[in-house]
């Protein structure tokens, strides 16, 4: 049973700094492209950026370029989301996802940030 848990969510102050995890478990971890999506209240879900299997990333949300990155462990089934700068506009729910080129996709539970004073 494949499941995503995501952890390290919370309240931030404007500025402030969040690592994300996001651990796996009945997958092979290592053979999975790994995404951070994000869902701001009252909008839709959309995406924050991908790490591959030869662990290089992209960022796709141009806000975040420049203080956010996306890394891995494949020896803990671990993808990491690290942000800075947070501003009241990150304010969202961070969800992992996973998926080989063929085959499903899998989600996360969802972690929730918000950025306020």
């Known amino acids: 049973q494949v499941q995503l848990v995501e952890s390290g969510g919370g309240l931030v102050q404007p500025g402030g700094s969040l690592k994300l995890s996001c651990t796996a478990s009945?997958?092979?971890?290592?053979?999975?492209?790994m995404r951070w999506y994000r869902q701001p209240p009252g909008k839709g879900r959309e995406l924050v950026g991908v790490?591959?299997?030869?662990?290089?990333?992209?960022i796709d949300v141009d806000s975040m370029k420049g203080r956010c990155t996306i890394s891995r462990d494949n020896a803990k089934n671990t993808v990491y989301l690290h942000m800075e700068k947070l501003n009241p506009d990150d304010t969202a729910v961070y969800y992992c996802?996973?998926?080989?080129?063929?085959?499903?996709?899998?989600w996360g539970q969802g972690t929730q940030v918000t950025v306020s004073s």
């Open positions: 009945g997958v092979m971890f290592s053979n999975y492209v």
């Open positions: 996802h996973a998926k080989r080129p063929t085959g499903p996709g899998y």
């Open positions: 790490i591959g299997t030869d662990g290089g990333s992209t």
